[in-house]
Every structure is written in structure tokens, then in C-alpha cells.
């Protein structure tokens, strides 16, 4: 009996594509972290550096379920998370629940939209969550033009909201990271822990041999959209809540970092492939990387940009040079 | 010119695919003003030769001669400069584009540097005329004309390269039986002109109306080479099974019980019509026929994967849905698809995810998966079936053929399905995993359930079937039980040789009711509208 090329025989390729090799990065970085700050690994500072990347943790949660599902990216991601954060904070005056209810429900109707166009339509969902971004951006900057809903912090609800990413929670813990935290470990849960994380990965790696299990794929990337928006509404809540007033441009770039860090992560983009783990290391490398980048002389704000963009090309040439290297193919 | 020269003579040309022997020392001669029929059985090694022919490969072995001259033919752009064109089983055609862009694809005539639109239809107009398509408008897109003018249309792009031999894979396949008169007319006048043709079919009752010459590959192997006149249909088929069913089928003991599967007057408009049909507890029903003839269809639509326009499924007095694949998987069916790779695994999981994958819903229980079973479960059946290397984490890319297609028949095990409907189980897969599939297959028929067996391998058909239903042409044409259940019966109805088959054969005729609905030719990849043979 032969077998094919196994990875086994190709242990450089099965490692490039091991959840650990994103965590090796993760602690490359952080031992360059040492060498350009004496105080990197302080508690202070490792939390602030989790407090940074919090929000795109939780939007690259919800994208990861896309990824896995084999649809690629929501681009809608930075409309989505304008349009909720905007409906939270004009909610607001009736109470803080019911303002991140609305936010929410939101993200929640708009991955709805996605995932009926997606999923049962099978509009391709690259053009689709473009097209949806400009339709979403536009409506919102319609509805809320030239107004300024702000959060007052003298309100019982405002100071909740305000809390949301300002606070801490045991006197050290930034909420916001508690609630990356939480995010991380549903998410988690709902891919390996539940018969829809099943059906995803299935659909994700082979579309037609999930139908052909039972599986309907359809209604499986509608549920991926949907997990996707409420994950952006909730990132754009807590991104309100930091500047306490509704704000249509918070979600800019956010769609692009989160399909880095889903990348880096080891989420094969053709789908199928990946786990929350990796997803939250790729998450990690992006927050360290802006940690210590502006403490190198000579990278501002734009060299970061492009740092970003070589490292997304080489992280996705790698894991295809290494994919080809162990037989296996996702084109 | 029409003339007896050799056009393309090979000797001791093999082919070797990682593991088999694809084609094996073949000596085959093509003249020129003749067409050469390549006949076989399903993986005989006729794509191989074709390919080889077409310079496919570069890494056959051999001697090649064209018009005498010895050649090497190891690319594609080799063996057209030599006058070798092929056209394949799949139309090779842009459909946006127009017929004359497509028929002058690659060499399309420009005037300074510009393309001439004039010199092209009038070039393009040329080669259609030597396909009798002088009324087609050379302008109109591809994707506008049918089906059997589009088969023309590509015969009429490789005449453009004034080729000196043509081969032809299945060019009858989406062909209605006029067409094809009209294709063969094109063909005999071809030929007249002193164009050589290798012609591969499964029908051998086309291959008897237009080849001058028959060669029978088995195995890889040639077996001999035919003058058509002077041999009769079932001295080919004997030659392609190589004499008696082998006896590596020991029958089961166990004799069939109750009827548990009823399927009456299942319809699929355009794909197969009224066919219906029983399977008792522990019996195995082959469904034989060519390829094309609706048998995947019928598996398909029977257990609601595609929708029947007609009919029921009945399953222990009850009926099953034939509407939705996931509550017939419920009800306790199961369809191990032909197309394992595209259809059946996700490559890119783990053989445990594949394992587990029909058994999604039931290891869920309220949507909470908690993998407690997994482990059993897939041991169970890496165990039992032989998966090599008996690895659960492993990718399912990197396990061989015949080791994948024991996942995939392990998958639907594992949902312990009440009927069993196997699509092409043991294509391309080795002896050893071959042994495993048919015990496993055994093995569920005689714990009492349904097995349908459907299979263009006919040692395996007439081998492991009770008795074997013959599809062709969208109907169940007949069956074959007890020892008038042979290979030579099958493949002789299968090709609508009704008369010897009834005769000789012992087929008993099943009832045919008159048309439940039209055929629709032209819609998807409808059937060919019957030929009404008797």
C-alpha cells in the first residue's frame, strides 16, 4: 500500500503551518520587545499592549469564521462597526443595556444581509461585502451627517459605556481585554465545541462533499456572517465607547488587520483550515508589532502600513510554498 | 488520396502512473483513411494511449512513427506540429467568444498587427464547411448554439490545422441519434480523404457503424486488433472482460429477506424515467449500464441530493423524502458519491473530521458537540477498514487513493445507514483496498440492509450483486439474476443489444410504460432521446 507524500517527510512544511510557529513569532517578538524597552515585559506594559489590540481581537474572531468557512473576508467589517457604534451611543439615553443591544442587533442584521447574500444568493463575497461596505458607509454618513451624538460620562449609562473600554476589572485588568478574552473563548467554543464549528470547517474545506454529508452550507455561511457581524458590532461598541461619540471613520483599516491576523494565524484562506489559537497569536503578533515598531527609529504610522502589507504578502507565500512543500495544494 | 499508408504506428509504447502500469508495451497501427476504434473497459488504459498519442505525457516509454518517420511526442505542441490533433470528451471551447474565434483559436489572421475580422469569418467559414456547418453565422458566441453544433464546431478547429491524424474521445456523448448519423457521415467523408481517425467509445454499436478497424485494450494491454467486418459485438466483449467472470466473488450464503427499499416510478425529467425498483433485506442490487446513462442520476435523486419530478421511495412501508439529503440521511440512507475527491472528502481535514463528518447532526445533540464518541467511533473504522497509516490527525491529502476512498466508505458506515448506495466504490483504487471495500460492502448486507452497487468495473458489478438491474438510456431495461447474471450479459444489454441480450442472455424484459413526461434534450447534460431499439 503507498501512500502519497506525507507530511511527515516534509516536517519543515508541517511546522510553518502548526499553530506553534505563530506563537514562536509571538515570542520572537517579544524578546525584541526586550531589547528595545528595559520595561517590556512589565505588567503594565504587556496589558497595555493587549488593551491595544483588544478591539481587532474581537472583530478578527468574528472574521475567522468566514475565513474557515472558505468566503475568503467581510470587507463590511469597518461599515459595520461605524453603524453600530453610531446606533449604540444614539440608544444610549434610554439606558446602557439597550444601547449595546441595538448596537449589537445591528452587526447582527447587517451579517444577516451578508449571509442570506453570501450564503443562499452565492454572490461572490468579496464583490458583495465591497459593495455592501459602500452601501452601509454611505447610508450611515447620510443619517448621521454632520451630527455629533456624544456619550456624556455624567449619565449613569454614559459612565457604563465610557467603561466599557476605559475601565478595569479586579483593578488591573482592562475590560476591554476581558471582553476580548470572552470573545476568544466562545468563539472557541462554537468551533470546536458545537455541531455548527463542525459544519463550518466541513464547509470550508469541501463545499460540495458538505452537502453531500448532510450539511446544509448555505444556511452554515449564513450563521459565519451573521457570528462575523455581531463580532464588528461589538469591536465598533467598544471602539465608541473609547471615544464616547459616534464617529462614521472608527472602523477604517480594521477590515485589513483582522484578515492579517486571521492569516498569520494559520487560517488557510481558501478555507477549512485554522483554529481559534492561531487566530488569537495572529491577533498577538499585530499588537506586539505596533508596540514595538514605533519604538524603532524611523517607522511612524505610514512605514507601519506598509510593514503590515509585506508581512501579510510573505505570511501567505509561506504557508502556499509550505502547503506545496507537504503534497497538498488549496487552489 | 485516400490510400493504406501507416499514419501512426506505436510499438511497446507504456506509461507508468505512480503504482500501475497504465499502458503496457503497446504496439497499435493507425492507416491512413481508416477509423481505428479503441475499445475497453473502464480503466483499460484507453485515456492513457490517448494521451500519450496527443503528447500528454513526457515521460512514456517506446518508439512513436509518424508517416514512418520515427517521433517523439512529449508535449502537446509536439504532437500538433505532427499533425495530431485530439478532441476531447470535454468541449474545450470559450463560450463568450464567437465560433470563429474559437475554431481559430491561436492563430487568428491579422493585418498589420490588427486582427482581420473579414479574413477570420471567411477562414472560419472554410472549416466549418468540412463539418457540414455551412449555415452556421460564424459570429454568434458559442455559449448561443447547442450542444451538437458546439461538438462540431471543435471537430471543425481541429480540422483547421489540416491534422493528418484525429482522435476522437467519446464525440457522441451529448449527440442525439441523428447527430450522430450526420457526425459519422462527416466522419466516413474524412476519411475518404485520407484523414486517419482513432475513434474511443463505449458504444459499440457506433463503434461497429463507423470504425474499419477495432483494437481491444485490457488492462493496459492490447488484446488484439479487429477487422470490423469480420467480428461480432460479443467476440469484443469477451475479448474486453478476457473470457469468464473471476471467481474472487465468493457469493454470500445468506439468502435475501423481506422487501425493505421500494422505489416506484422515480422520474427525473431529462435524466432517467419511471424507473422503479426493490432491494430485499441483505441483498446487494447492481445497477449496470454506460456511462451516461442516468445511473447517478437515479442514486442521486433516489435519496434527494437532486429533486425527482415523479415517484416515491418507500423504505420499510414508510416513505422517505426524496426532497432533502440531510432528513434521507436520517431516515437512515446513505450515498457514497463516484467523485470522492470534489464530492466525498474534504481533502483538507483530518481523517478523523472526515470519519466523523455524516455524523454531524447526530453527535450534536442540541447543538453541543462534545466529542465524547469521536475516538471510538473513527478508531472503530481506521480499524476495521484498514485505513493506512492508521493515523486520525492526518490530513486526508496526503493518504493514497485507495486509502481515501476507505474514509470515504467508512463516513457512511459509521452512520450505520439502512441503505447503502454505493457510486463507482473501488474506481482507481488498488487491489489490496479493492478486498477491504467488497468485504465491508458484504459485510452490511448481511447484517440485513440494502446495498445498490453501482459500477462500470463488471467483475465487481456481476461479482458482488445479487442480481444486477440495466440502466440505459434513462430506464431500467432489465435484470439479470442467478447464472444468466454474467459480465458479457450486462455489457451486451448495456449496449442495447436487446435481442441477444433477451435471447441468449436471459434479460428478462422489465415493464416499460409509455413516456411519463418529455424528454427534454438540450437541457444540462440530457440523454440522447432513445434510439427505440426494441
Known amino acids: 500500500m503507498t501512500t502519497a507524500p506525507s507530511s511527515a517527510t516534509r516536517p519543515m512544511g508541517r511546522w510553518l503551518l502548526s499553530v ?9 517578538l517579544v524578546v525584541l520587545g526586550c531589547i528595545v524597552r528595559a520595561d517590556f515585559l512589565s505588567a503594565e506594559n504587556l496589558l497595555q499592549t493587549l488593551k491595544d489590540v483588544s478591539i481587532l481581537g474581537i472583530v478578527a474572531v468574528g472574521l475567522c469564521f468566514i475565513t474557515l468557512g472558505g468566503h475568503y473576508v467581510d470587507l463590511s467589517i469597518p461599515a459595520i462597526m461605524a453603524c453600530s457604534g453610531i446606533v449604540a451611543v444614539y440608544v444610549l439615553p434610554s439606558g446602557f443595556g439597550a444601547a449595546l443591544a441595538a448596537g449589537l442587533a445591528m452587526g ?92 463550518l470547517k466541513l464547509t470550508g474545506a469541501a463545499y460540495e462533499a458538505a452537502r453531500l454529508s448532510g450539511v446544509d452550507p448555505r444556511r452554515t455561511i449564513m450563521w459565519a456572517f451573521v457570528f462575523s457581524g455581531l463580532a464588528s458590532a461589538l469591536g465598533g461598541v467598544v471602539k465608541t465607547s473609547f471615544n464616547m461619540y459616534g464617529d462614521v471613520d472608527i472602523g477604517l483599516t480594521y477590515d485589513f488587520q483582522a484578515v492579517t491576523a486571521v492569516v498569520i494565524g494559520g487560517v488557510t484562506l481558501a478555507g477549512g483550515r485554522g483554529s481559534m489559537p492561531g487566530v488569537i497569536g495572529g491577533v498577538l503578533v499585530i499588537g506586539l508589532l505596533g508596540r514595538i515598531l514605533p519604538l524603532i527609529p524611523g517607522i511612524g504610522q505610514d512605514q507601519q502600513f506598509i510593514i503590515r502589507g509585506v508581512i501579510f504578502i510573505a505570511v501567505v507565500g509561506i504557508s502556499m510554498y509550505a502547503l506545496r512543500r507537504s503534497g497538498r495544494s488549496d487552489v | 488520396m485516400s490510400g493504406i499508408g501507416t499514419a501512426l504506428e506505436l510499438r511497446r509504447v507504456s506509461k507508468r502512473y505512480p503504482g500501475t502500469l497504465a499502458v503496457s508495451e503497446i504496439d497499435l497501427e493507425i492507416r491512413s483513411g481508416e477509423v481505428h476504434a479503441i475499445v475497453g473497459e473502464n480503466g483499460a488504459g484507453k485515456s492513457t494511449l490517448m494521451k500519450i498519442i496527443a503528447g500528454c505525457f513526457d515521460d512514456y516509454t517506446g518508439e512513436v512513427a509518424v508517416n514512418g518517420k520515427p517521433v517523439t511526442l512529449r508535449s502537446p505542441a509536439a504532437a500538433k506540429a505532427l499533425g495530431i490533433e485530439m478532441i476531447q470528451q470535454e468541449l474545450s471551447l470559450a463560450g463568450p467568444l464567437s465560433v470563429a474565434e474559437n475554431v481559430l483559436a491561436g492563430r487568428l489572421p491579422t493585418r498589420r498587427g490588427l486582427l482581420d475580422k473579414r479574413a477570420t469569418l471567411e477562414e472560419a467559414r ?12 460564424p459570429s454568434t458566441p458559442v455559449e448561443d448554439i447547442p450542444q451538437h453544433q458546439a461538438q462540431l464546431v471543435e471537430i471543425a478547429k481541429a480540422l483547421g490545422y489540416v491534422p493528418c491524424i484525429l482522435v476522437m474521445d467519446e464525440p457522441t456523448s451529448a449527440l442525439s441519434r441523428e447527430e450522430v448519423a450526420r457526425l459519422f457521415d462527416i466522419i466516413r467523408r474524412l476519411v475518404q480523404q485520407g484523414l486517419a481517425i482513432v475513434y474511443i467509445s463505449h458504444h459499440l454499436s457506433e463503434v461497429f457503424e463507423v470504425a474499419d478497424r477495432i483494437t481491444v485494450l485490457r488492462d493496459g494491454k492490447r488484446v488484439g486488433t479487429f477487422e470490423a467486418r469480420e467480428v461480432t459485438s460479443r467476440e469484443i466483449v469477451e475479448a ?17 429477506g423481506d422487501v425493505r427499499l421500494d422505489v416506484r416510478g422515480l422520474t427525473r425529467y431529462g435524466f432517467f424515467h419511471d424507473c422503479s425498483l426493490t432491494v430485499r433485506a441483505g441483498e446487494i442490487v447492481g445497477i449496470g449500464g454506460l456511462s451516461g446513462a442516468g445511473r447517478s442520476e437515479l442514486a442521486r435523486s433516489l435519496c434527494g441530493i437532486d429533486p425527482a419530478d415523479e415517484g416515491s421511495v418507500e423504505l420499510d412501508g414508510r416513505f422517505v423524502a426524496p426532497s432533502s439529503y440531510s432528513e434521507a440521511i436520517r431516515d437512515g440512507l446513505a450515498y457514497l458519491t463516484e467523485d470522492r475527491k470534489a464530492q466525498g472528502l474534504a481533502l483538507r481535514l483530518t481523517v478523523a473530521e472526515n470519519l466523523l463528518s455524516a455524523l454531524i447532526p447526530r453527535l450534536c445533540p442540541a447543538g453541543v458537540y462534545t466529542g465524547a464518541r469521536d475516538t471510538a467511533i473513527v478508531g472503530r473504522w481506521v480499524g476495521s477498514l484498514h485505513i493506512q497509516p492508521p493515523e486520525p490527525e492526518r490530513e486526508m491529502a496526503t493518504l493514497s487513493g485507495g486509502n481515501q476512498q476507505k474514509a470515504l466508505l467508512g463516513k457512511w458506515l459509521a452512520t450505520d445507514p439502512q441503505v447503502l448506495i454505493l457510486d463507482e466504490p473501488t474506481r482507481g483504487v488498488d487491489i489490496g483496498a479493492k478486498a477491504v471495500i467488497h468485504r465491508a460492502i458484504a459485510e452490511v448486507a448481511d447484517r440485513g440492509k440494502c446495498v445498490i452497487l453501482i459500477s462500470s468495473d463488471l467483475p465487481e458489478l456481476v461479482g458482488l450483486s445479487d442480481r444486477v438491474i440495466v440502466m440505459r438510456r434513462g430506464r431500467l431495461i432489465g435484470e439479470l439474476s442467478g447464472p444468466e447474471c454474467t459480465e458479457e450479459a450486462v455489457l451486451l444489454a448495456a449496449n442495447g443489444e436487446g435481442e441477444a441480450g433477451l435471447g441468449a442472455a436471459g434479460l428478462s424484459p422489465r415493464l416499460d410504460g409509455p413516456h411519463p413526461g418529455p424528454l427534454r434534450p438540450g437541457s444540462g447534460q440530457a440523454l440522447p432521446e432513445g434510439e427505440g431499439e426494441g
Open chain 2, 126 to 137: 472554410l472549416c466549418l464547411s468540412l463539418v457540414g456547418l455551412d449555415d452556421l453565422d
Open chain 1, 108 to 199: 447582527v442584521a447587517l451579517g444577516l444581509v451578508n449571509g442570506l447574500m453570501v450564503g443562499y444568493l452565492r454572490l461572490n463575497p468579496i464583490l458583495w461585502t465591497l459593495a455592501a461596505m459602500s452601501l452601509v458607509d454611505g447610508i450611515t454618513r447620510w443619517a448621521y451627517g454632520g451630527k455629533w451624538i456624544y456619550a456624556l460620562h455624567d449619565t449613569p449609562s454614559g459612565a457604563v459605556f465610557g467603561s466599557l473600554y476605559a475601565g478595569e476589572m479586579l483593578g488591573v485588568v482592562p475590560t476591554t481585554v476581558v471582553i476580548f478574552a470572552a470573545v476568544a473563548v466562545v468563539g472557541d467554543a462554537l468551533l470546536r465545541r458545537t455541531g455548527f464549528g463542525r459544519r
Open chain 1, 20 to 28: 506553534g510557529s505563530v506563537y514562536v513569532a509571538v515570542a520572537l
Open chain 2, 240 to 256: 474486453m472482460i478476457g473470457g469468464a467472470a473471476s471467481d474472487l466473488y465468493a457469493k454470500r450464503a445468506a439468502p435475501p
